[in-house]
């Protein structure tokens, strides 16, 4: 089974079996792509509501790897729909495939090469140049804004 994310509506993604996605996804579409959300839905496709736990899950892993401030709600659930129903994760989102990678979610690409390897974020202040592991939003020693790096 494959899990698809908004790219794959968007791009006309064809998948061959079983496929599913989340009803967030069809609230990000415009109309074209979302007459695609519907006749896969009609086709049998499977819109799937994960579980609070299951997106909690999601969520420590985000947060763990730092892509949490980069994830969409509708991504969260992306992932924790694939996470629960043992899935392929259709998604060209890099962030969405290094939290994936962290859950052993099998990841597809559509129209970008996926990632190589799965990443840490730290936070580096613009204005005194620290680095923290967790992101505050601001230095908490000088009040400048934090940016994700490597």
């Known amino acids: 089974m494959r899990v698809l994310d908004s790219s794959a509506f968007i791009r006309g993604y064809d998948a061959d079996g079983p496929t599913?996605?989340?009803p967030r996804v069809r609230e990000e579409l415009n109309e074209e792509s979302s007459?695609?959300?519907?006749?896969?839905a009609g086709a049998g496709m499977t819109v799937h509501a994960p579980s609070p736990g299951s997106v909690r899950t999601v969520e420590n892993a985000a947060e763990r790897s730092g892509d949490a401030r980069e994830l969409s709600e509708t991504d969260y659930h992306l992932v924790a729909a694939a996470f629960e129903l043992d899935a392929t994760l259709v998604t060209d989102d890099y962030a969405m495939?290094?939290?994936a990678s962290r859950l052993d979610?099998?990841?597809e690409t559509i129209g970008r090469d996926g990632i190589e390897e799965e990443r840490e974020w730290r936070w580096q202040?613009?204005?005194c140049g620290r680095t923290f592991d967790d992101d505050e939003g601001r230095c908490p020693v000088c009040g400048s804004d934090l940016s994700r790096k490597r």
Not at 35 to 40: G, K, Q, S, T
């Open 97 to 99: 495939q290094n939290v």
């Open 20 to 22: 599913a996605s989340v």
């Open 125 to 127: 202040c613009s204005g």
């Open 105 to 107: 979610v099998p990841v």
């Open 35 to 40: 007459l695609r959300f519907d006749a896969e």
